[in-house]
């Protein structure tokens, strides 16, 4: 499996292993970390929630894509569920290629296409006691600013 | 016409249970969102949201056939 979750710290040494390859001249990696605010508002907490079922097909899909796309060696995508605290990684992406230009490319499309693609969401807890689902209660008061792709 | 649906995040708040049988009349994913989104009173218009049948990605006019499953998917937030 190219693209799967995890409901635990996401191993990153093990994930880095899968990618070599003797044809590889190196390996690219980009890790999305729980930062402590968004949108003006300060976030103490993050909780991911995923349809795995189409989630998982279609995180396959994007890797796929992009092993088509880039000409890669390997590439791999793992995404965190539960609950998460600030610095805590959430996503980690990785891939290994002959030359370095295609993996930096292959990583940013893999990462952009997941954020956009694949069925998960992340509600945020804040300082003030609030929490909201990132993408849709703001977006529910004013249907059109925040279309998905 | 019995269907299953699964409710996510939002959607699943709003709804109360994260799944249901239903009994319905709705014959498309489209009628089958106007039949809940007044039933639950969820937020999100149809148009914010895309919709799966059977663990895919499906059109909002398929026909539905009993025992289907069926999630709506609001806006996404990966990564």
């Known amino acids: 499996m190219r693209f799967r979750f995890t409901?635990?710290?996401?191993?990153?040494?093990?994930?880095?292993?899968?990618?070599?390859?003797?044809?590889?001249g190196g390996y690219c990696s980009f890790e999305g970390w729980v930062r402590d605010?968004?949108?003006?508002?300060?976030?103490?907490?993050?909780?991911?929630?995923?349809?795995?079922?189409?989630?998982?097909?279609?995180?396959?899909?994007?890797?796929?894509?992009?092993?088509?796309?880039?000409?890669?060696?390997?590439?791999?995508?793992?995404?965190?569920?539960?609950?998460?605290?600030?610095?805590?990684?959430?996503?980690?992406v990785g891939v290994s290629s002959a030359h370095r230009a295609e993996a930096f490319e292959a990583c940013r499309f893999i990462i952009d296409e997941v954020k956009h693609r694949v069925p998960i969401w992340k509600k945020e807890h804040y300082r003030s006691g609030d929490s909201g689902w990132v993408n849709c209660e703001r977006c529910a008061a004013a249907p059109g600013l925040h279309e998905h792709a | 016409m019995q269907l299953k649906i699964q409710y996510y995040a939002l959607m699943r708040e709003q709804a109360g249970r994260s799944e249901e049988m239903l009994e319905t009349a709705a014959s498309t994913p489209a009628d089958l969102y106007g039949e809940l989104k007044s039933r639950y009173g969820f937020t999100l218009a149809r148009e914010q949201l895309k919709v799966a049948v059977n663990s895919e990605f499906s059109d909002w006019s398929r026909r539905l056939a009993a025992g289907d499953a069926v999630v709506f998917i609001p806006p996404v937030a990966g990564g």
């Open chain 1, 7 to 24: 409901e635990t710290a996401i191993d990153t040494g093990g994930a880095r292993r899968e990618l070599l390859d003797r044809g590889a």
């Open chain 1, 37 to 92: 605010h968004n949108e003006g508002l300060e976030v103490t907490a993050l909780e991911y929630e995923a349809f795995q079922e189409l989630a998982v097909k279609e995180g396959e899909r994007i890797v796929a894509e992009a092993l088509r796309r880039f000409p890669v060696k390997h590439a791999l995508c793992i995404h965190r569920v539960g609950a998460l605290s600030l610095t805590d990684m959430a996503v980690w």
